[in-house]
């Protein structure tokens, strides 16, 4: 018998209304508009207010993703959320938006690889369905990165912005649309290239803690840019590779919004003209987990990806993490 594939239906997105642009980054640090513009491609990122908790806006993306497919919470069985910044600590983001969402059916759990946690979020999502133990499986992937960024250090926080973004996962028996290939890769050697001393059992919260900051994302930049570079497009390599397919047969590539600069060297990597690349940093900035299902929802709702699209995604985070999914909408 031939084994099922895991195919995505519906999409959905928040992102916070409140906006900071580039000038606003003048004000609280030595930087510029034109810096940032040339050096990173973002224009604008959005910020979430108290009230705008990553369960709660993942709710409102919940809904759209159910709307869209034409059934209710209740018919979830499984809720797969992947984030760096969870709303606490404990219980998991994805037990809140459950019950946010009223999904009682549903087997909730977080999946934490940074800024790739989307794409682990997806590959455990299509071995959820592939089993035949579950039907409808929720991916999510969001962050609120502005709760863990240092706004008096330059060279991170003109970077992020907060939104989510989710989408469906449900099998299906015919083998020519769905999840054509999945690749997951890590190097935790580089762990302290891109993360965040304290607030975890090594350094629980205390003065000395808060008074060095290090309750912050610390980055050397420049070594994260050049290891997103390489294993981007190694990433891309191995997807197409694992579904035995062509760079010309892409449509579309949604690569993880970090920098515009890393998006045109995987671009050009993977022999993908910028035509078919899916930018959206210039508007958002690096939200992490939720860049890629962000500019998957506007993909679909603007008709850039349409039913047979062949849709390459890849991302890079901290860890180091790297992903990719080759998926046949
Ligand atoms: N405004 C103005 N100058 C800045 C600045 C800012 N916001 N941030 C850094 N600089 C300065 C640096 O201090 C440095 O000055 P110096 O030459 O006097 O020492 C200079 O700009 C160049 O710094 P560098 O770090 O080499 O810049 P860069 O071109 O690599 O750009 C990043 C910096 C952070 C934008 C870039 O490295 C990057 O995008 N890295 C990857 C980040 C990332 O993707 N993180 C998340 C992974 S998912």
């Known amino acids: 018998m ?3 594939v895991a195919e995505l239906v519906g999409t959905g997105r928040y992102v916070p209304d409140m ?11 030595d930087t510029s508009d034109e810096w940032i ?29 159910l709307d869209d497919v034409g059934i209710t919470a209740l018919d979830l069985d499984g809720i797969v959320l992947g984030t760096a910044t969870p709303d606490r600590l404990l219980p998991s983001t994805a037990c809140d938006l459950q019950a946010e969402l009223g999904a009682r059916n549903a087997a909730a759990f977080d999946i934490a690889a940074a800024c790739s946690s989307f794409l682990y979020s997806l590959s455990v999502a299509e071995g959820m369905v592939i089993s035949g133990d579950f039907q409808n499986v929720l991916v999510v992937g969001g962050d609120r990165l502005s709760r863990i960024t240092d706004y008096t250090d330059r060279a991170t926080c003109i ?13 299906v028996a015919s083998g020519d649309r769905g999840l054509l290939s999945s690749y997951l890769k890590t190097d935790g050697t580089l762990a302290n290239l891109l993360y965040r001393p304290g607030g975890g059992g090594n350094h629980p919260p205390d003065e000395k803690m808060l008074e060095e900051r290090g309750y912050y994302i610390k980055m050397a930049g420049r070594e994260v840019f050049k290891s997103a570079v390489k294993s981007m497009a190694e990433a891309c390599d191995r997807a197409l590779e694992r579904a035995g397919v062509s760079a010309e047969e892409v449509d579309l590539l949604i690569p993880h919004q970090a920098n515009i600069r890393i998006i045109e060297a995987t671009a050009k990597h993977a022999g993908i003209p910028m035509e078919k690349v899916y930018v959206n940093i210039d508007r958002y900035g690096n939200t992490s987990a939720a860049s890629i299902p962000i500019a998957l929802d506007e993909c679909v709702r603007c008709g850039r990806i349409v039913p047979g699209s062949l849709v390459l995604m890849v991302a890079f985070g901290g860890g180091f993490t790297w992903a990719s999914a080759l998926v046949r909408w």
Do not use: C, W
């Open 19 to 29: 906006v900071y642009d580039n000038a606003y980054f003048e004000q609280l640090v």
């Open 37 to 65: 513009r040339e050096r990173t491609g973002i224009l604008e990122r959005h910020i979430a207010s108290d009230d705008e908790t990553l369960a709660v806006m993942g709710t409102r993306a919940a809904e759209q993703v």
């Open 159 to 171: 970077l992020f912005g907060d939104g989510i973004g989710a989408t469906l996962v449900r099998p």
């Open 2 to 4: 031939k084994r099922p």
